[in-house]
């Protein structure tokens, strides 16, 4: 299956999970497009001053791959600063969290995978 990045749904969320600002969410797929068990596979943009709060991923893991920009992950309590060619893992319990603090827009390709 190919999606045309112009075909994609496209949603803009206002304080998502808490965090600041607007994140535009480009869905490469929907869950219903796999035959895998997945909640979310999509282009996320973080604009600058933007974030996503903190929050839990229980039975179920996310993979964040860094495309473009940067910014701090919370992790555990714990901040990295992330940028473009990091991957970021985290689930089973885990709860993180994401901020744009540079000057860019923040481009993160997101997948959430039940374990279930």
Known sequence: MIRKAAERPVEVRANL???????????????????AKTR???LLILPPGASIG??????????????????VLTEDGRET???????VLTGNGSAHAI????????EI????????
């Open 17 to 35: 999970r808490g965090g600041t600002g607007e994140v535009t969410i480009h869905h490469y797929f929907k869950p219903d497009d796999f035959g």
């Open 81 to 87: 600063r992330v940028q473009a060619g990091d991957a």
């Open 99 to 106: 901020r744009n603090d540079g000057t860019e827009p923040l």
């Open 54 to 71: 903190p929050h839990a991923h229980v039975g179920e893991d996310e993979i964040y791959l860094i495309l473009r920009g940067s910014g």
């Open 109 to 116: 390709a997101a997948t959430i995978l039940p374990y279930a």
């Open 40 to 42: 979310l596979c999509a």
